[in-house]
Each structure stands twice: as C-alpha cells, then as structure tokens.
C-alpha cells in the first residue's frame, strides 16, 4: 500500500509540475513560425526579382534608342555589334546571381511603320536559352495595332522612326525552395521611342562573317 501511495503522490505532483512548460509549447509551435518565416523570406525574394526584372527591360530598351554611330552628316547607323554590346551589358547588369542567360530571354524588336501605315517588326534580335518567342510576334510580321498588351499597344508614329520594344522572361531562382511558391515565369515589357535620327533601313554589319543575335539561336552567350 505504502508503494502505491508514493506512485500517487508522484503522479499527482507530477501532474502540478509546470517546469519545462514554455520550452514544450515552444517546441510545438516552433516549426509554423519557421514556415511561416521561411514563406515570408521567399515571397519577400520573389517580389524584388519580379522589380529588377522590370528594371532590366526598362533599361534595355532605353539603351537600345540611344544606341547607334554618331555622326553630323547622317542619320545614325546601328550595328549588330550595338546590339550585342546591349545584351552583353544587360547580362552585366543582371549579375551572376541572376543567372539570366540560362534561365531567361531578352527580345530586342523594332516596331516601324510602313508606307502604307502598318506597323510591322523590322528586327528581332534575342539572347538567353529559354525556349520563347515573342508574345507580340516576330520579326516580319506585320501589326494592325503595334505590340504590347491589347489596350495598351505601342506603335511608331510615322515611318521615319522607330520603337525598340523590349521583353525580359525569366524563371524564377528560388532562395529558399520551390515548395512555398514554385518557379513561375516573370515576364516584363518595356519601350521607348528612338532618341535621335536613325538609319533605320537595316542592321549593319561591320564583319559580314560575324553571326547575328537572331531569335532562331537559344544560346546564353553573344557569338
């Protein structure tokens, strides 16, 4: 008998103990507060890569209407080393971390217009070995509105100028894992209408050997 009530003395002091009581709770909760962290941490990522991806095009389409030879007596040429020196610096400006090239595409286009009033896509020029085309079309079609998003379409205003019409597609690099919001596609558009007077009849080639950026080749770096 005396066994057992020192079993229920101990079970019942047992049962007032409350040393140890936060460090459980704690334990029990601990995981949903490092989810929860964690999901906060790579939405917090996902946000400011979807900006500098609109960044990117912003600027790559800036750049693409001020690029071209400077010169008094004439219109402005742009050369298909112009273009690769847009997308080398643009790849430069992305970083290492970003890893754009291998997991993205930049499409550089020249919206212009013909004589006849259509819009159409003179150039196209890409680098990056996602597998996509233009959303808005390639080079040769022509546009009964111009290029963009419907509504919101840009177009050149007469056919002495030219629109660089700009896309970024990226995949998505999780920091954490892909369980809390996967991999998905940022996209972004941007353009800007040429700066100054430009050639706009062609790309020139200062080598005609040298191989041209066109959007057929899936490749992450300028040949």
């Not at 490092?34 to 960044?55: I, K, P």
């Not at 998003?149 to 995949?171: C, I, R, S, T, W």
């Not at 996209?187 to 005609?208: C, E, G, K, M, N």
Request: glycine share 8%; with cysteine; charged share 20%.
């Amino acid at each position: 008998m005396s066994r057992l009530r020192t079993i229920k003395r101990r079970l019942q002091a047992l049962r007032g103990d409350r040393g140890g009581l936060a460090m459980t709770e704690f334990a029990l909760i601990m995981p949903f507060f490092l989810t929860a962290g964690l999901w906060g941490v790579e939405l917090a990522n996902y946000s400011y890569m979807n900006m500098r991806v609109g960044q990117l095009a912003a600027q790559i389409a800036d750049n693409a209407s001020r690029i071209g030879d400077y010169s008094k007596l004439q219109n402005r040429k742009v050369y298909e080393s112009d273009i690769d020196d847009l997308l080398i610096g643009a790849g430069l400006q992305a970083g290492t971390q970003m890893d754009l090239f291998n997991r993205g595409r930049i499409i550089i286009s020249s919206l212009e217009k013909k004589t006849t009033g259509q819009q159409y896509i003179h150039w196209q020029r890409c680098l990056g070995k996602k597998n996509v085309t233009s959303s808005y079309g390639v080079q040769g079609d022509t546009r009964a509105v111009g290029m963009g998003p419907m509504g919101n379409e840009v177009y050149a205003l007469d056919d002495k100028e030219a629109v660089m019409f700009v896309e970024v597609q990226y995949d998505y690099l999780p920091l954490v894992s892909a369980t809390f919001i996967g991999t998905p596609k940022l996209v972004s558009i941007s353009s800007f209408t040429v700066r100054a007077s430009r050639d706009i009849s062609q790309l020139y080639q200062t080598t005609p050997a040298s191989p041209s950026m066109t959007c057929n080749k899936f490749t992450n770096a300028v040949a």
